[in-house]
């Protein structure tokens, strides 16, 4: 069934476009009705990131989450996993996280947690989605009900402590030089003092938020500028999380970038030798490149992979008994730790592993060689351009030329109007050929919707 707002990683827009005052209003109240279940004083906790626009869509949800009679506890800008941990230690019955994530600040969206801190499944979502349209009027608290909201003051401390019990007690960063991006977003405050903490020589970018730079050349989408600081400082390593710090990157004490798939590898190998992992694999996503797979299947170690999004990754997770999950672009899962990607814990993780070995983060996190991977993104102006015979022949062709050694992805965005796709295989050349031809095939095709 399709949606109206809902994608693949909760409500997600333009501010003032899809995202407006009236629908963070009506989505508290939806939410907030479907979340009241029995007879105690229901509560919800708001996180938000940086945009400006976040203290529109946060106050409005406010009006609509105390109009049905919940009370309302405002964390501030706090990193969307720190949401979903606060949902369950708070016993809220519902977490809201108002971010976008890596887009650019006119975006913004909105995230919903379970009183598990769990993302909500398609199910109830669709639940949502339903009363979204409809009149609720008949439905609001009377006047001696309605529900209050308060600031909460010592959730930084409470969301590091958390971050700092990931690593064993006897486990320190002293020595370790560390450049840390926090792209101007929700964890520009709690990700350089947790690593202050735990003994680390602290340089950070990014920890500026004006409201308007969230994501904009800082951050896991735009690494440049932490590959220079961490060269500037001679670094032993870098950190680069994104606008509400569920994802992270890494960059070694050279300057170069390390993806998620070598991070999830060495997460792997890790607790593999530490007798952690609860089944022989770890899920990836169909992004994730084929030789992380490889490398895995040397150590006897499987990899389902699931469509993209990290809530996909934790249901197979959960369905399966997976303890660790997670996606090429930093979205990694670790399932004892948090209920959602966490891109500080996963950075701990990482360090913990360069501490124990003694040897250069570009040592530790180089594992394998990622075969030759392209993906390029075509927007189209409306219509399914890959139902079109033109486009669904240049993919078969596609499949062909690449064959049995090769692999290729091609998917809509859950987010945006762009058809993403995705090859890989040996030979770095056809892969570019490969998915040039479709690019191509999918750009005459759109054109011509476009025009009709």
């Known amino acids: 069934?399709?949606?109206?707002?809902?994608?693949?990683?909760?409500?997600?827009?333009?501010?003032?476009?899809?995202?407006?005052?009236?629908?963070?209003?009506?989505?508290?109240?939806?939410?907030?009705?479907?979340?009241?279940?029995?007879?105690?004083?229901?509560?919800?906790?708001?996180?938000?990131?940086?945009?400006?626009?976040g203290y529109m869509i946060e106050y409005a949800m406010v009006g609509g989450f105390t109009s049905v009679g919940m009370d309302v506890l405002l964390l501030g800008p706090m990193p969307t996993p720190a949401v979903a941990m606060l949902t369950r230690s708070m016993r809220a019955d519902l977490g809201v996280m108002i971010s976008a994530s890596h887009?650019?600040?006119?975006?913004?969206?909105?995230?919903?947690?379970?009183?598990?801190?769990?993302?909500?499944?398609?199910?109830?979502?669709?639940?949502?989605?339903?009363?979204?349209?409809?009149?609720?009027?008949?439905?609001?608290s009377k006047s001696r009900d309605l529900g209050r909201a308060k600031r909460v003051e010592s959730v930084h401390a409470r969301y590091i402590e958390f971050a700092k019990r990931t690593l064993p007690r006897s486990l320190s960063l002293d020595g370790l030089r560390i450049v840390v991006d926090c792209a101007n977003g929700a964890a520009y405050k709690v990700a350089p003092e947790a690593l202050w903490e735990l003994g680390a020589e602290v340089f950070t970018i990014g920890d500026e938020p004006n409201g308007f730079n969230i994501n904009r050349d800082v951050g896991s989408t735009a690494p440049d500028a932490l590959i220079h600081k961490v060269r500037e400082v001679r670094a032993d390593i870098g950190i680069a999380l994104d606008g509400d710090a569920d994802r992270v990157l890494i960059v070694d004490e050279r300057g170069q970038l390390v993806d998620g798939d070598q991070l999830m590898a060495v997460v792997a190998q890790s607790w593999q030798e530490m007798g952690l992992l609860t089944k022989p694999g770890i899920v990836t996503t169909v992004m994730s490149n084929l030789g992380l797979e490889r490398y895995l299947r040397s150590l006897g170690l499987d990899m389902p992979r699931t469509q993209v999004g990290d809530r996909y990754v934790l249901e197979h997770m959960r369905e399966h008994g997976y303890n660790v999950g997670g996606e090429q672009s930093g979205h990694i899962i670790l399932s004892d730790h948090s209920t959602t990607g966490d891109g500080l814990v996963s950075a701990l993780q990482i360090l913990a592993v360069v501490q124990r070995q003694e040897k250069p983060v570009s040592e530790v996190c180089h594992l394998f060689d990622p075969l030759p991977q392209l993906l390029k993104n075509v927007r189209y102006a409306g219509g399914a351009p890959l139902a079109a015979s033109s486009v669904k022949a240049a993919i078969a062709e596609g499949e062909a030329q690449l064959g049995a050694g090769g692999r290729l992805v091609i998917r809509p965005s859950g987010t945006e109007p762009v058809i993403r796709v995705m090859a890989e295989g040996d030979d770095r050349g056809l892969v570019e050929q490969v998915v040039d031809d479709i690019c191509n095939a999918v750009r005459e095709c759109a054109g011509s919707i476009a025009a009709e």
């Open 1 to 53: 069934m399709a949606r109206k707002y809902f994608g693949t990683d909760g409500i997600r827009g333009r501010a003032n476009g899809l995202i407006t005052p009236e629908l963070a209003l009506k989505v508290g109240q939806a939410a907030g009705l479907l979340f009241q279940r029995g007879e105690h004083r229901h509560r919800v906790v708001i996180g938000k990131d940086t945009r400006l626009s």
């Open 103 to 140: 887009n650019p600040f006119e975006d913004n969206g909105i995230k919903l947690f379970g009183p598990d801190g769990f993302k909500l499944n398609d199910e109830v979502e669709q639940e949502i989605e339903a009363l979204l349209d409809q009149d609720l009027g008949d439905r609001l």
